[in-house]
């Protein structure tokens, strides 16, 4: 089975901060990697992304994806309390889904 | 539309019991997936279905586990009998593909299982 793998698994910093989230794979047929945020309920859609060094934002969150070294990266900047979550990511292949163990991301006041 | 809806929301059962799980995807999606997710290990995809055939169980756990969908707007995910091990939140989640791809996944609220 193709694995994701995130780093860290969680991760504590102050309201301010800057954070980076890491994603890697293995997959056959790549299609897509997509990037979900999970408070308490169901993941929530942040970014998907297909080609490599095309940086994807929204506000604060930023993404990019690199296919040769198959990896991916998420910012957040000026980190919030809000921010607080698991975040997860997820390979798309030819036909599935699969998402790596999440980073539980706490953003203190 | 009112996104993917699953119920029950939270299910409390007895070890031995027969559980069901339903899903009704957004209209037009032809993707729908379930999800396990616990502490221990994450969201585990189970299966998924394509235009209403399931195309990869591989992720299901064992025989106890069975998946339908008899149309495009309703799915199932039972688990004859249960056991304490099953308790978990499972997601079921649809997309529309593209190409014959997966797009993006739109989860459901999740149903909330404890097998006692």
């Known amino acids: 089975e193709d694995k994701v793998v995130q780093s860290p698994l969680s991760l504590v910093v102050h309201e301010g901060d800057t954070v980076t989230l890491n994603c890697s794979y293995e997959?056959?047929?790549?299609?897509?990697l997509l990037w979900y945020k999970q408070e308490k309920k169901a993941p929530t859609f942040l970014f998907m992304l297909?080609?490599?060094?095309i940086e994807k934002k929204s506000g604060r969150l930023s993404s990019i994806l690199d296919k040769k070294e198959l990896f991916s990266i998420l910012n957040i900047t000026a980190t919030q309390t809000g921010d607080s979550a698991i975040y997860l990511c997820?390979?798309?292949?030819?036909?599935?889904?699969?998402f790596g163990a999440g980073t539980r991301l706490t953003v203190k006041p | 539309d009112a996104g993917v809806i699953q119920s029950p929301r939270h299910e409390v059962t007895e070890m031995g019991q027969e559980v069901t799980l339903r899903c009704k995807p957004i209209?037009?999606?032809?993707?729908l997936f379930w999800y396990r997710q616990t502490m221990m290990r994450g969201l585990e995809l189970l299966i998924y279905?394509?235009?209403?055939?399931?195309?990869?169980d591989s992720g299901m756990p064992e025989d106890r586990f069975s998946a339908k969908m008899p149309n495009a707007s309703f799915s199932t995910l039972k688990i004859q009998p249960s056991e304490p091990r099953d308790s978990a939140v499972y997601f079921c989640?649809?997309?529309?593909?593209?190409?014959?791809?997966?797009?993006?996944?739109?989860f459901g609220e999740g149903s909330r299982l404890t097998v006692l």
């Open positions: 297909t080609s490599s060094g």
């Open positions: 989640a649809s997309t529309r593909g593209t190409g014959g791809i997966p797009g993006e996944l739109f």
């Open positions: 997820a390979r798309g292949n030819n036909n599935d889904m699969r």
């Open positions: 997959v056959t047929n790549f299609r897509s």
């Open positions: 279905f394509n235009n209403n055939v399931p195309i990869d």
């Open positions: 209209s037009g999606h032809d993707y």
